[in-house]
């Protein structure tokens, strides 16, 4: 929680803290990204999707200075 918090008041750099749920093997690249409660995300995440959400953030920065919620759809 700590390190989360140090992040996020950090002001000159742009970052994204995705939480994650339970992570599986299964041979499954999609995700959908969210937030608690939507109604949209689930409670478990290939850890394959879980890479590739990364590699996709790191291209289009959907999420600069947000949290979401990464899970299977």
Do not use: C, H
């Not at 008041?9 to 937030?35: C, F, H, M, N």
């Not at 478990?44 to 590739?52: C, D, E, H, V, Y």
Request: aromatic residues 6%.
């Amino acid at each position: 929680m700590a390190i989360g918090e140090t992040v996020r008041a950090e002001k000159e750099i742009q970052w994204t803290i995705g939480r994650v749920p339970i992570l599986t093997d299964k041979d499954d690249d999609e995700s959908i990204a969210g937030y608690v409660g939507d109604g949209k995300t689930k409670a478990w995440l290939s850890r394959k999707a879980l890479a590739a959400f990364v590699v996709q953030e790191l291209a289009k920065n959907q999420w600069i200075q947000q949290q979401p919620l990464v899970s299977s759809p």
